[in-house]
């Protein structure tokens, strides 16, 4: 098949030699042969519609190179693949396209290409499975991929990405692919217990010990979960700051009391509730000094001291310290390692009025890492409606889930109201941004009321920064990076603890997010193993810190967020015999 390279296509220059009005024009070649046309963006170019045929830019539809074919036809001209941008009334973009004469081995062609990138999945796959190419053995670079099956790169990293998905296949930072060690695969935690009575929390005191202890210096980062700040966009957002602040001197100068967010922030907020299927309302939403400050202000807008508040069992140990903090009582409701909270239980817990209001983080979990599927959200945002108990609904791993689809809030299905939507750009732009946000529906008022009251207006300067970032493009490019790279830190975490571990502990199978769930035998105390744990370098969290009323005592989560190291696989080496001297 030949390839003719037939020159640069700019907005405003379509007479210029090589020109795409002259490369697409119909009687270039009434031959069979493949011809490629390449636009530079970056110096701001783009096809004018008049000149690249609009019949044929209108069968476009933004397939990326080295995709399946597109079936779209435009008379004798068919689309292979590609991607099209639009700049005003100027169209941008490469793609491939095939033009159809009178020879038809190159239709028959099309087939035999059908899924490029899925047929060298499949060869590289067929060899792992063979064992030609062993665990922790390198694959070859993407460009000799690329030259020596005369793949485009981007259809080669196509491939190599869907074998990262199956698990075949890690990438390395500055390394590149490897095939994964495949370790035996552990069993699930089920979920435990009977629903109790609510509980006074109070694991304050404990958390900050270990919190502490974690953070000396020198310790092995596998407690908080936070990212590797090699995977943050930290530099781009100093660009952010430094574009903002020469140009908006008002941010510094002007104070005020009231009207908290910033209008283009939202809008950006509002428009990326599209992805999930969803439309928040803007004046729904206030934005708030980081996502724990969003679930305080939910919390005290309804509920008090003494009230109950049902979550799932285990939970991420902020929340307790939130209801903790506030005079609260936690109800435990039993939580499955893949589905996520029992709505059966959730309903009998919430029969006869005693629960005040609900917090629930049902994507991407933490501790778990579960999703619930679709259909319990609609019956928990139907039940807790019918029932007037307001949910506050922690999202803020949604945007981090595993799936090729980004899975929908509870939100999604409330019609009512009932539900408040909290997040932040923590776990995805940076920790120390401190910048979140809560779509608090019917509750809008009175959280925007105590927001004003506690903490006043979120830093202006944040939030223009934040915007100018995400309408950049630049928070799309980073979600698509790190969810490969969590995707492949917490596979490989959960490798290395099935293979270090004794062998009756289970594993979390995290669907999103980047912590993973480790329960261990009965006799093994996690408070205990923390303590020697520290004591030689290495950072966890016990698992009686997800629990109001103490339980867990034998689990732990392992943060997954930095990019695997020999000091991390060592580390968890060692965390492993550590237990396994204890059964």
Known sequence: MEKNVLGHARCGDPDAPGAAGDALAPGTDQTQRLAFVENDFESGGGFEIDRVMPELIESVHAARLGLPLAAEQSQE??????????????????????????????????????????????????????????PGDRLPSVRRLASQKRLSMSTVLQALRQLEDRGLVEARPQAGFYVR??????????????????????????????????????MLPLGAAYPGPGLLPSLRMQRMFGKVARGRNDLLAVGRCTHNNDPKLVRQIVRRSLDWGGLLDAEELVITNSCTEAINLCLRAVAGPGDTIALESPTYFVLLQIIESLGMKALEIPTHARTGISVEALELATRGGAVKACLLVPNANNPLGCVMPDENKRRVADLLAERNVPLIEDDVYGDLCFMEERPRPIKTYDSSGNVMLVSSFTKTISPGLRVGYVAAGRHAAAVATLKTLSSGVTGTIQQAALNEFIEGGGFDRQLRQVRRSYASQVNRMADEVSEHFPAECLLSRPQGGFVLWVEMPRQVDALELHRE?????????????????????????????????????????RLGELVSRRV
């Not at 590609?82 to 491939?96: D, H, K, L, P, Q």
């Not at 629903?195 to 000396?216: C, H, K, S, W, Y």
């Not at 370098?537 to 020999?566: E, H, K, M, T, V």
């Open 181 to 218: 060690r495949r370790a035996r695969t552990a069993a699930e935690p089920v979920a435990r217990g009977r629903l109790t009575r609510p509980t006074f929390v109070g694991v304050n005191q404990l958390l900050m010990e270990i919190l502490q202890a974690n953070e000396q210096p020198g």
């Open 77 to 134: 001209r068919k689309i292979v693949s590609g991607t099209v941008y639009r700049f005003g009334n100027c169209y941008a973009g490469f793609f491939v396209l095939l033009y159809l004469g009178t020879d038809s081995t190159l239709t028959d062609n099309a087939s035999m290409s059908d899924y490029l990138y899925e047929n060298l999945a499949e060869e590289y796959a067929g060899l792992i499975a063979e064992r030609v190419l062993q």
């Open 533 to 573: 744990a520290v004591a030689e370098g290495i950072a966890f969290i016990p698992g009686q810190l997800f629990s109001a009323s103490g339980r867990y005592r034998n689990c732990l989560r392992l943060n997954c967020g930095n990019p695997w190291s020999d000091a991390i696989e060592g580390g968890v080496r």
